[in-house]
């Protein structure tokens, strides 16, 4: 009996730790998402032109997600902030891109919001990704 309530004790702490990693990966997304948004937008306010905003703009948005991922990385890990954060700061900004290209002109809290978005929605994919994955593992090695 004894070595259940120990085992119980420990589920509930990993399922902590979890949850809790999982919050940190929700935030450093969303921060990732909005910040390199807003580095898009800010290359296209200078009115330097489209092309020129388009690759100064992704430039510093990958630079901002590269120092953001290498400041998370002894908590979160390497692999695990670089990779999804790469797939939200490539994207999210080019959203911001694609609504100059069809004339819009999204302010600060649009291109902020599109950013959450887009960090919330990569987690998202992230998750579903990783349970598929866990699943056809379990199917195609069901012995362990």
């Given amino acids: 009996m004894e070595r259940l309530a120990s085992h119980t004790v420990e589920r509930n702490r990993a399922g902590r730790t979890a949850r809790l990693f999982l919050l940190g990966d929700a935030c450093f997304l969303v921060v990732v998402g909005v910040l390199s948004t807003l580095t898009m937008q800010l290359a296209h306010e200078w009115q330097w032109g489209f092309l020129l905003a388009f690759t100064g703009g992704m430039a510093l948005a990958m630079i901002v997600q590269t120092l953001l991922a290498l400041l998370v990385a002894p908590l979160l890990g390497s692999i695990e902030s670089m990779v999804p954060s790469m797939l939200v700061a490539m994207v999210s900004p080019m959203s911001v891109c694609a609504l100059h290209a069809i004339g819009c002109e999204p302010g600060t809290w649009v291109a902020g919001a599109l950013g959450a978005a887009f960090g919330v929605g990569t987690l998202s994919f992230v ?10 593992t379990a199917i195609a090695f069901p012995g362990g």
């Fill in 127 to 136: 998750m579903i990704y990783a349970r598929a994955s866990r699943r056809w």
